[in-house]
């Protein structure tokens, strides 16, 4: 049993997540501490309760964040600085990453910003785009201030940034929170590690055993016991971190029935110096052992320590924070996995290494030996491993690791590069190139290292070397893994840095009694950026918001930033989410089986095994559906269409139960043609929905004809996951009486989730009650999605008439729930010499996956719809994958043209009164402000000068700038659902309970909601009460999506407020003096009904297809951004250096929550356009399944620098108090990161001779980034031959 499990099922503890269990988010950050009896020390760490062992934590302190603090008794300052600093928004995130701050603070109560930067390494968050955590917890670091007091020798860049600003603008110079509100950090009050573990720990070790279901785990007492029990049980694995077992165990179905634990074995866990090195025993945590490394750095010379330094650089980009405390360096050896991002280290070092069993010890050397297949060692059954000796540096030594994404990812290329020359001279003695990620083991570049030996470095040797490579380090065209040439360009490119590294090291050297090597010269200036280590400075931000007027009064809290209302308990844990309900006694679990065939005929189902294991109560099909299985079915019976269809499910006393069980239960298959993956599938065995769309406006060949030049380009647009924090989430509970039920869902839609409940039970939509109390994060995932797995929910609890819950895994829920659609374009674009486009025919192909679902109405937003075989609606809608098609063309033309790629936009953009092509009028049309305003903040044209500057002066490093615009059409193009409910209760102490049709999830809708109720109604905001969104209070509800709901429900709740406030207009005539509370105990005694409802319904909103006409949108929101980027061309890692956006949010509502939600949008957006990819097999599996494989942003992926500023001046006459919708419209935003990625990428291949317009697909991932800039070493690497491999993956 994991920590995390025992925390929140036995001790009901559930302020600590569950968002991976895979130590990949985060979410269950808890701050473990334990009493090291040999250095009389008490250890703090965070670590990941879901990989933690409950059996591991003998002896040790456990703090979980309800420890800390609490807004019922006191609030911690990590909790209270995160809350008032707009740090949550969902919150399901926020429990772990305050564990993380505080047991950072519990280390260094006043740490620098590199040490914050590093502890969240670990942490994830989709919300909030990181900006408001990272400002919240700057104002602990020691640096002070927001930018380390680096800019401007006294004080901070926000401060001074802010009075720049206030100069040029009559913004706001109100920061969104005040720092002097937060309490001090008092290090003396904190929890103290509890006495009689400091005793205990002191006792000598005794062994100890846990008998569990399936496994024996012993933690023995000394070495000899540990070699005794290994004789004894020699397939038995031994465990410290569990960071490799815990996932193996978990994700891969494997099962080891005894476990050896040895972490408090002192000969496992000593350091010890040797006359060559350091020796670690194999026990020794990562943290410990970068402790140790940077101590020697610190102390010894330069050149002594290259390996260590090396060995530092690795550790950098080593999975996160908890990771890295708990994992060992015997755990990476001897999982003994082939991107290892030690091993290649260890073995280019020539590292020593000490086994040892009953019979004795005994050396090996780490050579490629060492590694005798995949995930095999040299070591005998009955062995361990003892220590690791690391030697101090035979010169010269370098490690590189290559990854998606920098912070805390999988290597797809890793290396430990060292070079020893003879003595005086620059001739190579030895050499070894060692490499993880290019076969199933870590590998030694051999017959290149020995084509080299006994040769001058110089640029012959690299030539050679680069070739030989190429030679040798080759890949398989269907390589496990994909990325084929990408990965065997960088194990040149490294290599190439490698060189000039040692290049430069040589130059340092010379010295004129050196002849030999007077022959080295330096890397030339230009090529110097090459060998720079990647470093991210520090990010600083300004945000610039239209503060109230002034009169406004201060009860009004319209146009406040005021702080979400959840977010304290967010921040303490005291927020429940839909798993975190209590138990019920008779409670049971379920979990899903789902299909592995993507297109196949159901032959039979077999159940049995799966019945036998213990705590299975049932398996639910199809044919226990009381009522309809017709919408989509909620567990299918005959064909499945898809990977991941849900077949039925197991019911079972607990999860593990039923999970276990549901691996068990096999399904027959009989595989049915066509299977569709792909776009080009679908196109070539024309699968596409109906109706297919087209949209004529204007005369196209007379465009054509009257254009200078014409060209035809095409893009493809990855999908997306939402990767919301909480996976989908149902707790259905039967009520015993005329088949009533009630619901607790994690859904944006609890309408609809009734709805669905209610015909696959057969029963009345009146019995079903769906609530919703907040969830962690939606974005569009769980607007539809979510019903998949509520129906199975309640069809089970139907069935064995006790409560059923299923929170999904991760893995589940990303292989379930479908995404955002993946897009391709093709285009022909007609214009004229200066850009000006005259014509454009395109066409759009969306893969809308195995159901229609919500595809229609995301069409109207971008026009053709393919059936494929995978599951596919996501925040945006179909907006940004529409509009990143013509930023593309944009993109051509300027490339075409030779005209700067803003030039061609500004003078395409729409102006005031212009049509759209579905002939919707632009008025209120503010983008030409946005430009201006963003052109002016973000400097744009010295900023372009810099750039250009930058770029003559680095040849394997460029930068790019871009300006992207985005509008965003507000409403739902299904025209029913514009139309929202609100129910609002005076109670006779004045206190006001508040419902509306929407749902929480971290938008902080409940926030603005009771804004406006509380400035409609003239009374605080404290007297307002939000519990839940629920079908029995205001029925028929639309989704909380279209980021319309603040638009609909607010006027909803100003219609009800007003409605009660007619009712109270004769009491506060009769007594104009009284209080709030007068005029309702006054009402009440008269017997008035102080409950009213409220409706509204956009007005004037329908469009015709056929004829286009008509409004589909109740107006438009309009954004401009411009970001900066850095590329490293031999890499393709690219540095998010600067952005800055301007977006009309029209009078905001609450400018703290919209700011939050343009940074957080647009953060989901650079996962979008540069990071996040869907990965298939070619038979439609998907391979990304977790935090693992599938990277969303993390913190160290947000701009260097970020102004955000909202437009002013810009009230909205068509919504609530002149607002205006914010969700979606800024995530397309993140485009011009894209943009200036292709800007910087454009720059890099003009180095090679080339010009023109260039495809870049989205995302753009370093392997894209790398290909695309095509040199020499791309040219040793030429792409395998389509069509004459089945490659790993295919793009969907
Ligand atoms: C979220 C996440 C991120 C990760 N990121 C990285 C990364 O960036 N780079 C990377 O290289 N790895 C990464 N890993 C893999 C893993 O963390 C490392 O391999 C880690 O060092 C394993 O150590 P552990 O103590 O947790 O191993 P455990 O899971 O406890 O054990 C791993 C294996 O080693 C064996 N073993 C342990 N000690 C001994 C011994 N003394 N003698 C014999 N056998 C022994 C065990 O039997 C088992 O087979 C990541 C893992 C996770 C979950
Ligand atoms: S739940 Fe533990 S790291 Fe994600
Ligand atoms: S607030 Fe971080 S995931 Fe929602």
Not at 250 to 274: C, D, M, R, W
Not at 996 to 1017: C, D, F, N, P, R
Not at 1121 to 1132: K, N, P, R
């Amino acid at each position: 049993m994991t920590l995390l499990i025992f925390l929140r099922r036995k001790l009901s503890l559930t302020g600590t997540k569950l968002g991976c269990a895979e130590g990949g988010c985060g979410a269950c950050t808890v701050m473990v501490s334990r009493f090291n009896p040999h250095h009389n020390q008490i250890i703090h760490h965070a670590v990941n309760a879901c990989l933690a062992p409950l059996c591991s934590l003998h002896h040790c302190a456990v703090t979980t964040v309800e420890g800390i603090g609490s807004v019922a008794s006191k609030l911690h300052p990590v909790q209270e600085r995160i809350a008032k600093a707009h740090g949550s928004q969902c919150g399901f995130c926020t429990p772990g990453i305050v564990m993380s701050m505080y047991a950072l603070l519990r280390n260094s109560p006043q740490p620098s910003m590199q040490d914050m930067e590093e502890a969240f390494q670990g942490n994830l968050c989709r919300c909030t785009g990181y900006r408001p955590i990272l400002e919240g917890y700057k104002t602990f670091a020691k640096e002070g201030g927001c930018c380390r007091s680096r800019r401007k020798g006294n004080g901070c860049c926000l401060t001074s940034a802010h009075e720049e600003e206030h100069v040029t603008s009559t913004h706001s110079g109100q920061q969104l929170f005040d720092p002097s509100e937060f309490m001090p950090l008092d290090p003396t009050q904190e929890i103290i590690f509890p006495p009689e573990l400091i005793s205990l720990g002191k006792q000598p070790p005794r062994s100890l055993r846990f008998i569990g279901e399936r496994v024996l785990w012993i933690q023995p007492s000394s070495l000899n016991e540990l070699l005794e029990l290994k004789a004894v049980y020699p397939a038995a694995k031994l465990v410290v971190g569990n960071t490799e077992v815990g996932i193996e165990m978990k994700f891969k179905n494997l099962l080891y029935p005894v476990i050896l634990a040895p972490a408090y074995i002192q000969e496992l866990s000593s350091i010890q110096y040797t006359e060559n090195g350091i020796e670690f025993g194999a026990s020794v945590t990562l943290t410990m052992l970068g402790k140790k490394l940077h101590e020697e750095v610190n102390k010894l010379p330069n050149y002594r320590t290259e390996v260590f330094q090396a060995i530092l650089e690795q550790l950098r980009w080593f999975a996160g924070q908890q990771i890295r405390n708990v994992a060992a360096i015997g755990g990476n050896i001897m999982t003994a996995s082939p991107i290892s991002d030690l091993n290649p280290v260890f073995m280019a070092a020539g590292c020593k290494l000490t086994l040892t069993s009953k019979e004795g010890k005994r050396a090996l050397q780490m050579d490629d030996k060492f590694f005798s297949g995949y995930r095999k060692t040299a070591l005998k059954p009955e062995e361990i491993l003892l220590s690791i000796e690391i030697p101090y540096t035979k010169k010269y030594f370098s490690a590189f690791k290559q990854s998606t994404r920098k912070e805390d990812d999988i290597a797809t290329i890793t290396c430990g590069m060292n070079v020893v020359f003879q003595q005086g001279s620059n001739i190579v003695k030895d050499i070894k190139l060692s490499y993880g990620g290019i076969a199933p083991t870590t590998v030694l570049a051999t017959a290149t290292c020995n084509r080299l030996i006994g040769r001058r470095w110089g640029e012959e040797l690299m030539e050679d070397a680069c070739s030989s490579l190429a030679e040798e380090m080759t890949l398989s065209p269907s390589a496990p893994g994909g990325m084929v040439t990408y990965r065997r360009t960088l194990a040149i490119s490294l290599f190439f840095k490698f060189y000039l590294t040692v290049q430069h090291k040589l130059a340092q050297m010379v010295k004129p009694t050196y002849v030999c090597l007077s022959h080295s010269h330096d890397v030339k200036p230009n090529y110097a950026s090459a060998i720079e280590l990647f470093h991210v400075d520090s990010p600083t931000s300004v945000q610039l918001y239209q503060a109230v007027p002034p009169g406004q009064s201060t009860d009004d809290m319209v146009g406040r930033p005021i702080m979400h209302l959840s977010a304290l308990k967010q921040a303490t844990g005291e927020a429940v989410y839909c798993d975190d309900i209590p138990q019920y006694e008779n409670g049971l679990y379920l979990a899903l089986v789902t299909s592995t065939k993507a297109h196949a005929y159901i032959k039979s189902i077999e159940t049995d095994d799966a019945m036998a294991v213990p705590g299975v109560v049932t398996f639910v099909s199809a044919k226990d559906l009381p009522g309809s299985n017709k919408t989509g079915p909620a567990v299918c019976d005959e064909t499945v269409t898809c990977v991941g269809h849900i077949v039925g499910a197991i019911v079972a006393d607990t999860q593990a139960h039923a999970q276990t069980a549901a691996k068990a239960v096999k399904i027959s298959y009989e595989e049915i043609q066509p299977v569709i993956i792909t776009i080009q599938d679908a196109i070539t065995n024309q699968s596409f929905y109906q109706p297919v769309r087209t949209i004529e406006k204007g005369d196209l060949a007379k465009g054509f004809h009257e254009s200078d030049n014409i060209l035809e380009g095409e893009i493809h647009i990855g999908g997306q996951d939402h990767f919301y924090l909480e996976t989908n989430c149902t707790l259905a509970v039967p009520q015993g009486e005329d088949g009533e039920m009630e619901l607790f869902v994690s859904t944006q839609s609890a309408s609809k989730t009734q709805a669905l409940v209610a015909k696959a039970l057969g029963v009345p939509a009146s019995h079903i009650v769906c609530r919703v109390k907040r969830m962690g994060g939606g974005f569009g995932g769980k607007e539809s999605r979510s019903t998949i797995l509520s129906t199975v929910v309640a069809v089970a609890a139907h069935k064995v008439k006790r409560p059923v819950r299923c929170m999904l895994d991760r893995d589940e829920d990303m292989l379930v729930s479908g995404g955002r659609h993946p897009f391709f374009g093709r285009y022909k674009v007609g214009f004229k010499k200066n850009g000006k486009v005259m014509a454009l025919d395109v066409t759009y192909y969306s893969n809308v996956g195995n159901s229609m679902d919500l595809s229609l109405s995301l069409l109207s937003y971008s026009l053709k719809l393919i059936h494929s075989n995978i599951l596919f609606i996501y925040f945006g809608f179909g907006g940004p994958q529409g509009m990143m098609v013509s930023e593309s063309w944009i993109s051509d033309v300027a490339l075409c043209c030779g005209v700067p790629a803003e030039q061609v936009r500004e003078i395409n953009l729409y102006k005031q009164g212009e049509y759209t092509p579905f002939n919707q009028c632009l008025d209120q049309f503010t983008i030409d402000r946005c430009w201006k305003e963003c052109v002016n903040i973000s400097d744009f044209h010295q900023r372009k000068a810099r750039v250009e500057l930058y770029n003559k002066q680095h040849r394997w490093t460029k930068r790019g700038l871009s300006i992207v615009p985005t509008k965003f059409g507000i409403s739902f193009t299904a025209i029913f659902l514009n139309q929202a409910g609100a129910l609002v209760h005076l109670y006779t102490d004045g206190s006001v309970l508040l419902t509306h049709g929407g749902t929480e999830m971290g938008q902080g809708l409940h926030t603005k909601m009771i804004q406006v109720a509380s400035k409609t109604l003239g009374i605080p905001t404290s007297k307002i009460h939000i519990s839940e969104t629920s079908t029995n209070t205001v029925p028929n509800t639309s989704p909380t999506a279209a980021s319309a709901s603040s638009d609909l429900n607010g006027m909803a709740v100003y219609n009800a407020c007003q409605t009660l406030l007619q009712r109270l207009d004769p009491y506060k005539a009769r007594n104009p003096k009284g209080s709030w509370e007068d005029w309702v105990k006054a009402a009440y005694f008269d017997r008035v009904n102080l409950s009213a409802n409220g409706f509204y319904r956009t007005p004037d909103l329908g469009y015709d297809f056929e004829t286009n006409s008509g409004h589909p949108f109740n107006y438009f929101s309009y954004g401009v951004a411009v970001s900066e980027v850095e590329i490293d061309c031999l890499t393709g890692s690219h540095k998010n250096l600067h952005t800055s956006i301007v977006m009309d949010v029209g009078k905001s509502l609450n400018p703290a929550l919209d700011i939050g939600q343009v940074e957080g949008a647009f953060m989901q957006g650079v996962g979008l356009f540069t990071l996040e990819e869907l990965r298939y097999s070619p038979q439609g599996y998907l391979y990304t399944r977790g935090p693992g494989m599938y990277k969303i942003p993390a913190f160290g992926d947000i701009p260097t620098e970020l102004k955000v500023s909202l437009l002013r001046d810009a009230p909205n006459e068509k919504a609530i108090f002149s607002s205006k919708a914010v969700g979606e419209p800024p995530l397309f935003l993140a485009a011009s990161v894209f943009y200036a990625i292709k800007d910087a990428i454009t720059a890099a291949r003009a180095e090679s001779g080339l010009s023109g317009p260039f495809r870049l697909d989205s995302p753009a991932t370093p392997e894209r980034i790398r290909n695309a800039c095509e040199d020499k070493f791309t040219k040793l690497c030429p792409p395998p031959e389509p069509g004459t491999y089945t490659p790993w993956d295919v793009r969907v």
